[in-house]
Each structure stands twice: as C-alpha cells, then as structure tokens.
C-alpha cells in the first residue's frame, strides 16, 4: 500500500526518526532540519490526517519524549513497509533451500519471501507472531529460537511484552496474562519461541530495491 500524496518524504522519514528516537530534536536533527520545522510538519499531518500523529510527554532526563500516536504507526507502515514495535533484523539471504536470512554468528532465520542470493535484507517479525513454550513442542513453525526472560512488563487489555535474550540479541513477544500464568513466565527463566517463516516481513524501506 502507498502512502495518501500528502503524506511526503520528508514526512515518511520524520516519522521513521520519531519511530527511532522518540524525541523530536533528534528526529529533526536526523532530518537535518529545525525542531520548529519538525513540530509545524507534524501538526499538518494531524490536520490532514483528522488526528495526532505525535504525543508528547514532557520532563525526563532528554527533557520529554515524543512517541507516534497509533495513526502515525499506521501511516508510516503504509508508506515504509516499517512496523515500530516489532523485532528487526539485518542479514544475508541465502535462498536454500530452504530460504533462510543469515544473521551472523551461526543464526538463521527461516524466510518465506524471494531476494536474490546474497542480498542484504532487514526483517520483522511482530511481538504477536511469537509463540512461547517452556519446552519443546511439535508445531508446524520453522523457526524456534532458545533464549532466556530478560523482562517481563504488563500492557493495556490484558498483553504482556515479554522480552527474551536470544544469542547477543533481544527478541520482544506479547502474549497474554493468562499465557504468563499458565507457563510461569517470570525473568530468568528459559523459554522457547515459535514462529512461523511467513511471519518474517522483508522490509522495504523508500528507494530499496525490491530484487
């Protein structure tokens, strides 16, 4: 899906650097533009839009945060193929088969897309696409990855982000309070994470090529 022409690059990328940075100084100074610049760019996409795409939140140690709203998430996924939130990864895709994206280190990652061979490729994969099990399960999914709780923090409506050391990375899975219980999930302790290879998303971001 493409973005609505109103919707311009320098917005798409303003959005992409809020989405990083959660601070809009930073967000503009990626940018290289004014902080005023960044804010006037904002509210004329909340005007255009029908609502906010920005909240800000004073005080803190960097003086506030600006984080996207749910429809500046919603726009910049339209526009970028990026989903703020979820896990992302840079590697080699290697077509098998089976496809796979090498991430270094010996982790691979099995993929259900086409690039060429060797490729470099970033991909996601959403916190809901992960299942977790406290031991070994006959699931159809092709990726399982072993990692450890790092932390576990409750959300609205009853999800809980649970973010799991995997190797030298972060892996962040939500799932509900009821899963939290049923599996006892608490920090430390070792779990196994499920996914399937078609819920890793190549992204393309603006000016990547697609093959």
């Known amino acids: 899906m493409t973005?609505?022409?109103s919707l311009t690059p320098t917005d798409v990328r303003l959005l992409g650097a809020l989405a990083r940075t959660a601070n809009v100084v930073r967000a503009a100074g990626d940018l290289g533009i004014g902080r005023d610049r960044a804010v006037y760019r904002l509210r004329r996409l909340a005007r255009l839009y029908g609502g906010p795409v920005a909240t800000a939140r004073r005080g803190g140690r960097l003086g506030g945060t600006t984080r996207l709203s749910p429809l500046g998430r919603?726009?910049?996924?339209q526009a970028t193929g990026v989903?703020?939130?979820a896990n992302r990864w840079t590697g080699i895709y290697h077509a098998g088969p089976p496809a796979v994206v090498d991430l270094g280190e010996g982790i691979r990652l099995a993929v259900a897309f086409r690039a060429p061979e060797g490729r470099r490729v970033t991909v996601e994969v959403d916190p809901e696409a992960w299942v977790l099990a406290r031991h070994p399960a006959a699931l159809s999914a092709r990726i399982a990855l072993r990692g450890r709780v790092?932390?576990?923090r409750r959300r609205s409506r009853g999800t809980v982000h649970v973010t799991v050391r995997w190797g030298?990375?972060?892996v962040r899975a939500a799932i509900t309070e009821e899963s939290v219980r049923r599996l006892?999930?608490?920090r430390d302790r070792r779990v196994i994470l499920y996914a399937k290879a078609v819920?890793?998303?190549r992204v393309l971001t603006l000016g990547s090529p697609r093959s």
């Open 74 to 77: 919603r726009l910049l996924a």
């Open 168 to 170: 030298p990375r972060r």
């Open 150 to 152: 790092e932390s576990v």
């Open 3 to 5: 973005a609505e022409p």
């Open 184 to 186: 006892g999930i608490v």
């Open 199 to 201: 819920a890793v998303r």
């Open 83 to 85: 989903h703020p939130g």
